[in-house]
């Protein structure tokens, strides 16, 4: 029995916005020949800051640099004539980098805004992550929800040290001030993190979701829901429900038995 991958996504303006300076971008490839190269998807969530149409070319800028860069540098070098198979390119690295340059661009072409990333590169039955600010990435499985990413927000910050509780920074009306994001300078820090990825559910989500639906909430329907397009398109009417300060937008992205 093999494995197949299956994704949906959704993005919505919300009930108080007037334009949605939320991006999304996928890709996913799967190869059956003799040459057995692994699965390959690209799934990148961008929340945009900086007022009318600034945050919308922020968060542009950052999904599809982030998908050239690593379309080029990881994707086409496994089709490469002649590539050895048995090396594989710098994942992370490229991941890495390919949030790096989204920084200039912005910095460059848009100085007045900012966007958050949470990109996902999925290979074989790996997954690899670069983030920066409070976007976040989800792994939910065997009826549990974990955070992958961190929350690059003043108050997580104050909860990690310790000088506030996880439910002080809940009620707290400063939950969503970041202090690092793409566009803010030309040095930037980016998490990386790596995850198995054979079985499961990957969710990207902009904090739209994540900041009108509760944890719980996302994983009752994720695990209820077999179609991933059907799950996001629930997940953004439950944020819309709950209020929909935010925009809101979502990526499901599911690892089926054939």
Do not use: W
């Not at 994707?75 to 490229?94: H, I, K, M």
């Not at 990690?160 to 690092?180: L, N, P, V």
């Amino acid at each position: 029995m093999g494995l197949r991958l299956t994704f949906g996504y959704a993005s919505d303006t919300g009930q108080v916005r007037d334009n949605n300076e939320d991006s999304l971008i996928s890709f996913y490839a799967d190869v059956m020949n003799e040459n057995d190269r692994p699965a390959f998807g690209v799934f990148v969530v961008a929340d945009g800051m900086g007022g009318h149409q600034n945050g919308e070319k922020a968060s542009a800028i950052a999904t599809e640099t982030i998908m050239d860069t690593v379309l080029r540098d990881v994707y086409l070098r496994l089709f490469a004539t002649g590539a050895d198979q048995s090396v594989q390119p710098p994942v992370l690295e490229t991941l890495e980098e390919a949030i790096t340059n989204a920084n200039s661009q912005i910095v460059k072409q848009v100085p007045q805004a900012g966007t958050t990333v949470t990109a996902a590169v999925i290979m074989g039955n790996l997954a690899y992550f670069g983030h920066v600010g409070d976007s976040r990435a989800y792994l939910i499985r065997d009826g549990e929800i974990e955070q992958i990413t961190e929350d690059h927000t003043f108050v997580n910050r104050l909860v990690a040290i310790g000088t506030m509780t996880k439910e002080e920074a809940e009620q707290s009306g400063e939950g969503h001030r970041i202090y690092r994001a793409l566009g803010l300078g030309e040095k930037m820090d980016v998490d990386t993190i790596t995850r198995r990825f054979r079985t499961g559910t990957l969710l990207l989500c902009s904090d739209g979701l994540s900041g009108m639906v509760n944890d719980d909430a996302i994983l009752e329907v994720v695990e209820s829901t077999e179609d991933p397009q059907r799950a996001c398109d629930m997940l953004v009417e439950l944020a819309n429900n709950n209020g929909g300060h935010d925009n809101v937008s979502v990526i499901v992205v599911k690892m089926v038995s054939d």
